[in-house]
């Protein structure tokens, strides 16, 4: 497979041991971006190969997760349990400038590639860990998938309605989070190996990554005292400064508008755009303070005006006045209708080996000059094992074949 157009990061290697969500979502973008990627999977292949949601569901090549997260990579089954696995692991990172894992704690020391041991294969190679806990501290052997690590880092005590059970999200958001702040310490782990020649280790625990957007609440408690708790669609007590501010329910089956004003001139802006009914007028909805201390009435009162509108309308008839709303989008509204994803070409179709032509989401930024691209899907279960051994270790065929016979590949 060529390269058909420069880009960024043309000419640096990756060694993806990564697996599941967070790691090959890293890795995903500076594939995107022209790293090489090639991803090591075990013998049956990554837990994800099985997972929806792709309909077609029979076989290790067709699961949604692994094919949304792993294009742009060269796929390589390896038995690392096996010495001779290890050794080919290692003789790959020998030729390569970047390491990225996320195991869970202690596993990949356990195979003889911690940090200082990699440093022995290649001295200045950069090793990229994500553990869900970090490798140190009394929670280091925790086992941590992303719903686990959401509840442990206090997200999920503020999702859902006060008085109700926590809500929770309803997929791994902090897979996402960890997976963006690896590539962009990755990026400037390379910026740092270009200028002096030195890598590093970089680790990235998902546990302390949650609990640091946790922002404002942190304040709230240190300053107060007070542990904020759910607020629903409301903003939290110690952050409350808009009004309406909520989802409004609107015409159709279960449609939603988003809306907020902070300010008395929103507010203004807002009246004149519904029409500026009677009870806008009313002194308990004309300042900002008096908005606030009527927000249970108040929202009534806008949810009766939003219910008469599509999603779309009140959004344009708010945006056009110049007042912050938002349709709550459905998938389908965004994949089939959304002007600013077809004008930003966010929806590209790439050639899956056994699934054909499907479409996915295009890379999340683009550089001026080298944009990024989706050159290819993600690999079949070790697609490009004789383009790794042969092109890039050297290895004959006649290796290749007994590797394979004594299950080492």
């Not at 490798?135 to 959401?150: A, E, F, N, V, W």
């Not at 999920?156 to 958001?173: C, E, N």
């Not at 600013?340 to 032509?357: C, I, P, R, S, T």
């Not at 070790?382 to 383009?387: I, Q």
Request: net charge negative.
């Amino acid at each position: 497979m060529q390269k058909q157009e420069e880009k960024a990061l043309d000419g640096v290697r990756v060694i993806d041991f990564t697996w599941a969500l967070a790691g090959p979502f890293a890795t995903r973008m500076l594939g995107d971006h022209g790293a090489e990627i090639i991803k090591i999977e075990r013998q049956d292949g990554d837990l994800t190969r099985r997972v929806p949601p792709f309909p077609e569901r029979s076989g290790v090549n067709r699961g949604g997760y692994f094919n949304n997260h792993n294009r742009n990579k060269y796929g390589m089954k390896l038995n690392m349990k096996d010495p001779r696995g290890a050794e080919i692991a290692k003789k790959l990172i020998s030729k390569s400038q970047v390491v990225v894992e996320n195991f869970g704690s202690g596993i990949f020391e356990r195979w003889g590639f911690g940090y200082e041991e990699l440093c022995k294969v290649k001295p200045d190679i950069i090793l990229v860990s994500m553990p869900g806990f970090g490798h140190s501290g009394p929670y280091r052997d925790q086992i941590g998938y992303g719903q686990t690590l959401q509840a442990f880092s206090g997200w999920f005590d503020l999702t859902g309605y006060p008085g109700h059970p926590p809500s929770g999200f309803s997929f791994a958001f902090s897979d996402y989070l960890s997976g963006g702040f690896a590539a962009v310490m990755t990026l400037a782990a390379l910026k740092q190996w270009r200028k002096t020649g030195e890598g590093c280790y970089i680790e990235i625990p998902q546990f302390e990554v949650l609990v640091s957007m946790l922002g404002t609440n942190f304040l709230d408690y240190f300053v107060n005292h007070r542990a904020p708790g759910r607020s629903g669609n409301s903003l939290p007590p110690h952050v409350r400064a808009a009004a309406p501010h909520g989802a409004y329910p609107c015409k159709g089956e279960d449609r939603w508008c988003v809306i907020t004003l902070f300010t008395d001139e929103d507010w203004q802006a807002f009246c004149k755009a519904i029409g500026t009914p009677p009870w806008t007028r009313e002194s308990k909805f004309t300042t900002i303070l008096g908005r606030l201390e009527n927000a249970e009435e108040l929202n009534e009162r806008v949810g009766s005006w939003t219910l008469n509108h599509t999603p779309d309308e009140v959004m344009s008839i708010l945006q056009n006045a110049g007042v912050a709303a938002g349709a709550v989008r459905e998938i389908r509204d965004l994949v089939d209708m959304d002007p600013q994803m077809k004008h930003f070409g966010f929806y590209v179709e790439a050639e899956h080996a056994e699934l054909g032509k499907r479409l996915f989401e295009n890379t999340a930024f683009r550089l001026s000059d080298t944009p990024g691209k989706i050159n290819w899907a993600a690999p079949l279960l070790g697609e490009h094992m004789d383009f790794v051994c042969k092109e890039i270790l050297g290895m004959t065929e006649d290796e290749i074949n007994q590797y394979i016979i004594d299950g080492v590949l």
